[in-house]
């Protein structure tokens, strides 16, 4: 990730062109200026001692205003390079100019702010003490909403879960990697899918976390100080561009950040943690256990890392709020764009290399009317104009609405596997049919952890030049013998599909462990195979998360895989399909298949594995369908 560009939340990853020219920067801040008290490097006292480095723009005058703040671990110093940049400028004069406070803020340990960093921040007592602060200012009407996409939306929910009385509301955008578990989804922020560690935080934190050698800030040094040193020493390193396509494959996983020369720090520690591990309940990850009583706009994206947890999370908080008005204040968008990128739509979205249409939306219409409803107090249209879930269609290129999602109007349909024991390749024989086969005739695979299937596009970010996410044309990749694919009967009618997607798979292996992964495919008439979602199960995890269940040699397992989720419409013509393989390597690590640590080896173990299929064994994916 840019350590600067996604600084600012929703206004900053949307905002288009950071670095104008030295004279239009100016002219924001000059701007800026003429309507805005500035006060920047502010550091504010949290309970321990530790001062969080914060700046802060509020109307000129003696009124009380609401606040929107954000907070980050990225740079949001006006000064990057001894130059002034425009970004926090504009994302500040867009608050003020609305009669708003725009309070933005790094994360303890990051840039100016003191004490040492974890991911999200944690202590999560930071975020409270930043509302107790900010609510009891002489220029604060003591209501606060918090905005941001990413590591600026991740914090919010564990925050908002501590109940501060000034917390009114949010707007969380790409926040997946503040979700530890909700549901059947225990991601624990995106380190994992079904027991599978994501490898975007291999590539992210190489250039997040810090050097514990890295100089520092002399404890309690004077705003005014660190207002002289932000012109020309930023505190944000230059790390060398790294080439993960090739250094996300070394072995072991645990020394891949060390392998590139990057700083050793909370990298090291996370990595070796299990999916149940205490450590995961004790930082700034929400879990479905704690309380929600905040009124919140979600914005998802297909693309994203975490649509469908993401998702979750919303159905959560409305379903378990105790007060009615907090359940009746939670919205969902939920755009076909990649991670943080919804004011990149255009009029012809390109998602990879597949065009979705016209997949504009007025963000700051939305975002600004929600929060003068919320935080002014003020009556406006926001309730009777906006829809509790607008989604994207792909295929039909159009926004939906909708009261929950999934959708009321939803038939699930099972579609099951079914081949003559060859569905290896595209050009095999593997189907998608009404009925499971009444004989099981599986089709087998080799699984080579030292051959892994690539990823290609999905639904991912932050993995540098390792994986392109979006919507790609697969069918070259459906050629590998070790990717078993199962197509569908062309489609006399177009069907939409909107909704989780729950897939069951029958499988044994010849190893001790082993992973599943699954795509959902949209086949156009020409042969183009789109990606739609992607998920992958670590069969050690098969029975939960809490325990590990090793195999025993040809024995055959149920395994559920965590549910993908996709909006997209069949067109007549178009076919349906699901591919099948052990690895999507590298936005999944790859299972080693020895049953040990997987993180501290070197050596992986060559399998044969299975996907069984038959009235015994009924290998199903099962589609939510729209009726119209």
Known sequence: MKKFLLAIGLFAC????????????????????????????????????????????????????????????????????????????????????????????????????????????????????????????????????????????????????????????????????????????????????????????????????????????????????????????????????????????????????????????VYEKMIVRKPNDPAWFKGGLYHDNMPMEVPAYWFVSWYDVSSAPNIALFNHVRNAAKSKMVADNQYLVIAPVLHCSYKRATENTIVGERSVGDARLNYDELTWGWFDMLLKGQPNDFKTTQPRVRYYTMGSNKWQQAESFPLPNTEVKNFYLASAGKANTRNGDGALSMMPPAKDIPDAFTYDPMNPVGSYGGNVCCTGNAVQGGSFDQSQMELRNDILVYTSEELKDGVEVTGFIESTLYVSSTGLDTDVTIKLIDVHPDGKAYNLDETIQRLRYREGYDKEVFMEKGKVYKVDLTPMVTSNYFAPGHKIRIEVSSSNFPRFDRNLNTGGNNYDESKGVVVENKIHHSKQYPSVIKLPMIKK
């Open 14 to 265: 949307t905002a288009g062109a950071i670095n104008l020219k030295a004279q239009d920067t100016l002219a924001i801040y000059r701007k800026l200026d003429s309507i805005a008290v500035i006060d920047q490097k502010v550091m504010m006292p949290m309970r321990d001692g530790i001062r969080l480095a914060t700046d802060i723009y509020r109307p000129k005058g003696n009124g009380k205003y609401p606040v929107v703040f954000s907070r980050t671990p990225y740079n949001f110093n006006t000064w990057i390079d001894g130059k002034m940049v425009n970004g926090p400028l504009q994302a500040a004069y867009e608050a003020v100019s609305r009669g708003y406070v725009y309070v933005v803020q790094n994360e303890r340990g990051r840039f100016f702010s003191e004490g040492e960093w974890d991911i999200l921040g944690t202590p999560i007592t930071d975020g409270y003490d930043a509302l107790e602060w900010m609510s009891k200012q002489s220029w604060s009407n003591g209501k606060v909403g918090l905005i941001g996409c990413s590591s600026t939306a991740e914090w919010q929910m564990a925050v908002a879960s501590q109940n501060h009385p000034a917390l009114a509301a949010m707007v969380a955008q790409g926040f997946g990697a503040g979700v530890g578990r909700v549901g059947q989804f225990m991601e624990q922020g995106n380190w994992y899918r079904g027991g599978a560690q994501q490898m975007l935080f291999t590539s992210w934190l190489y250039g997040t976390q810090h050097d514990k050698l890295a100089p520092r800030l002399p404890l309690g040094i004077q705003q005014k100080d660190v207002q002289r040193l932000q012109k020309f020493y930023d505190m944000g390193p230059e790390y060398p561009r790294v080439d993960w396509a090739q250094g996300l494959r070394h072995l072991p996983v645990h020394d891949i950040i060390k392998n590139v020369q990057g700083s050793e720090g």
